[in-house]
């Protein structure tokens, strides 16, 4: 059983580093690639506050394919270069989106989504996946999610890429 206590009083670098931990936790000694992903959705779920949406989107030839995540249902195909994970995957760069309806071809899924990050997780070079946040509150990404988030996409990368 895995039974990690969430802290209301941390900022967002001891948040984002008692995540890490718990990831790391999660997926050690684990090579199934999908129940890693499942995992780390629900880990991200429950550590970090106001997100409508959590999960993966996986490489399948150019396009993006919908992995585990919590919440609603959500678009299944996203070609590279579109909306917001498109983007993310296309440029291998993260994306911090303060406002959806500004972001051009942002693809809704969730009318009650305002704000959005989406970090690339890249093995020898290569975006294999992206992690996608959403939010019903304006701006509720900045940088420090986009840097605790990078190296929660590290983790993934290895757990995702596992050898058994
Ligand atoms: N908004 C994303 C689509 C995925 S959902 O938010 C879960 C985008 O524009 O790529």
């Not at 106001?50 to 919590?70: H, K, Q, S």
């Not at 993260?94 to 309806?101: A, F, R, S, Y």
Request: proline residues 7%; negative net charge.
């Amino acid at each position: 059983m895995f039974d990690f206590q969430t802290d209301a009083g941390l900022n967002k670098p001891e948040l984002y580093e008692a995540l890490t931990q718990a990831a790391q936790a999660l997926v050690y000694g684990e090579s199934d690639p999908v129940a890693n992903m499942a995992n780390l959705s629900a880990v991200i779920w429950q550590f970090l506050p106001d997100l409508n949406w959590a999960g993966f989107y996986r490489t399948i030839g150019d396009e993006l394919v919908l992995g585990p995540f919590m919440g609603k249902p959500a678009c299944i195909r996203i070609p590279f270069g579109q909306g917001v994970c498109g983007t993310a995957a296309a440029s291998a760069r993260t994306q911090v989106v303060p406002d959806v309806h500004a972001f051009p071809g942002h693809i809704a899924c969730d009318a009650e989504t305002r704000s959005e990050v989406v970090v690339p997780v890249v093995v020898d070079g290569k975006v294999i996946a992206v992690i996608d946040l959403d939010s019903p509150t304006p701006s509720r990404f900045d940088e420090a999610d986009a840097a605790g988030l990078e190296k929660l996409a590290l983790i993934a990368a290895k757990a995702i890429c596992a050898t058994p």
